[in-house]
């Protein structure tokens, strides 16, 4: 039985998972991936660290494979999208550390080309704004003050394509590519033309001439090269590359306009499927690329080109890490769930995890994390709470917005990543959002969407069509029918919002 791999590179992982033709998930390997805090509001990784675990995790899942006679067809990439990488082609090595996609040190930078008046040439090319979040100002900041220098053998990229790169053989014959879901998070890609802009490399100050071959997300882009993870992979086909956003929404099957799902990892992304339909740039929120199916478009469509209209969060599970590590509330992530569930309600306590701004729908770089409604009365269980009900409330702000923005109902929405577990999560979700939210049986449906247009490219499944059947949900949460208190609860929410907007400009920090 042939089975497909996908390769997720998270921010805080790297996962290797082989999906069987039945879409279930038969065996993976995990490593967890270091992070570098050099400074306040700046996060790196170590380049050469990530492709290290991904030939770890390849070795040790083919190794599982082979004992269980398991063949592999193809090899999916999934990523963790905006994290900007530099290397050099001649000598393989990376330039400097990624920049992750949390960092904030061009914050000053998208400050000045917004004062500068290129904020509306932003909307209206790459659908994104001017923010420290997207690739193309760290590229920039690399090459201003990061030492890296704009030679000819200069590779910039983001982790999709220095992971391709390696898995097809590095210096002696890598492929430097990189598909619409990435190039659509640099600010450096038209989404409209479907290109690298010019007019933007410009602006940002990056040479296009380093940036990779976009293709479309399901296509061969090459095959393993000899050696790479021990050489148990040689000659496979690498045959996706794709957003681990846009990922997840090809994996819960949201392949048709109005489909939306949610995931909850570092931060909550949330997107909604758009189809062909362009939207104007619509404010507090992102217009990118889905995916693109290319030679493999379903029967009847225009082509394999799809757009969603995006709402990013930045801190979700980083709650939850904080409460952790910065708090010391909980031993592990996982007790966070049962804690908040030892009180019925909030007892008035939001907490607003502002801690590297706001995103959608405010982008306010200025807000700051904010606890209100403290009383000698407050405990672990309060803070837990509110950490857990941010999540629910955050994505409820995003998803209204894009329901006034799309014209397209929700009917109901998907949810995956880590905090999916917390049935108290998802309740509270489907409770402020008023439609019932699906967990799959499969929870990492990054990895799963990953390996799904793999296989769709290589014919292991025939059509979009055949996969949607096997996104399977195994759980449903109903909403509550009476909306009084998840209103009222929401209300409170927004008024404690507006007290961490904009703090840092009112109290300026050292």
């Known amino acids: 039985m042939a089975v497909v791999i996908a390769i997720d590179a998270g921010t805080s992982s790297v996962r290797a998972l082989a999906l069987d033709e039945g879409g279930q998930v038969v065996s993976a390997s995990y490593r967890e991936l270091r992070q570098y805090f050099p400074a306040p509001g700046l996060v790196e990784h170590d380049a050469a660290e990530i492709w290290y675990l991904v030939e770890t995790t390849l070795a040790e899942l083919q190794s599982e494979l082979a004992q269980r006679s398991l063949t592999v067809a193809a090899i999916g990439i999934a990523n963790q999208r905006e994290t900007a990488v530099a290397w050099d082609r001649s000598t393989g090595q990376p330039l400097h550390r990624a920049i992750v996609w949390q960092d904030r040190r061009t914050a000053s930078r998208c400050v000045e080309l917004t004062e500068a008046g290129h904020l509306q040439l932003v909307r209206e090319r790459t659908g994104l704004v001017l923010d420290p979040y997207f690739s193309g100002t760290k590229w920039f900041w690399m090459l201003e003050h990061g030492g890296v220098e704009p030679t000819g053998s200069l590779a910039l990229g983001t982790v999709d394509d ?6 097809t053989g590095g210096v002696e014959s890598g492929v430097h590519v990189t598909d619409p879901s990435n190039a659509s998070r640099t600010l450096c890609y038209d989404i409209w033309q479907r290109s690298w802009s010019a ?4 602006v940002l100050g990056v040479p296009i001439g380093a940036l990779g071959e976009v293709l479309p997300s399901a296509c061969r882009y090459g ?26 929404l ?17 931060g909550s992304f949330v997107l909604m499927n758009l189809g062909a339909q362009r939207l104007p740039p619509t404010e507090g929120l992102l217009t990118t690329v889905a995916w ?4 493999h478009a379903p029967a009847g469509a225009p082509d394999g080109f799809s757009y969603a209209l995006e709402g990013s969060i930045f801190c979700s599970g980083a709650t939850i890490q904080w409460l952790r590590d910065g708090l010391g509330l909980i031993g592990s992530a996982s007790e966070a769930g049962p804690l908040a569930a030892e009180i019925p309600s909030n007892e008035g306590v939001y907490l607003v995890p502002a801690f590297a701004g706001l995103a959608s729908p405010w982008w306010d770089a200025e807000a700051r994390g904010t606890v209100v409604g403290i009383t000698r009365g407050t405990g672990r269980a309060h803070l837990a709470r509110a950490g857990v009900e941010a999540m629910a409330y955050q994505c409820r702000d995003v998803v209204e917005a894009m329901i006034l923005a799309a014209g397209q109902s929700l009917i109901q929405l998907h949810a995956d990543g880590g905090a999916s577990s917390m049935d108290l999560l998802l309740q509270i979700q489907a409770d402020q959002c008023g439609v019932p939210v699906t967990r799959p049986r499969a929870t990492e449906v990054t990895a799963v969407g990953a390996a799904m247009l793999a296989g769709l490219t290589e014919g292991v499944w025939s059509s979009a069509k055949e996969l949607r059947a096997l996104a399977i949900n195994a759980d449903v949460f109903e909403p509550e029918p009476r909306r009084a208190r998840a209103d009222a609860d929401h209300a409170a929410w927004r008024k ?15």
């Open 162 to 167: 220095w992971i391709c790169w390696n898995l």
């Open 199 to 202: 007019e933007m490399c410009d």
């Open 223 to 248: 095959t393993v090269a000899p050696g790479v993870a021990g050489g148990c992979l040689k000659a496979i086909p690498v045959s996706s590359i794709v957003g681990d956003q846009q990922a997840a």
């Open 250 to 266: 090809f994996g819960h099957g949201c392949h048709l306009p109005g489909d939306t799902k949610v995931t909850y990892g570092t």
């Open 292 to 295: 693109d199916l290319g030679d």
């Open 496 to 510: 404690a919002l507006e007290r961490s907007r904009r703090w840092a400009r009112t109290f300026p920090e050292p």
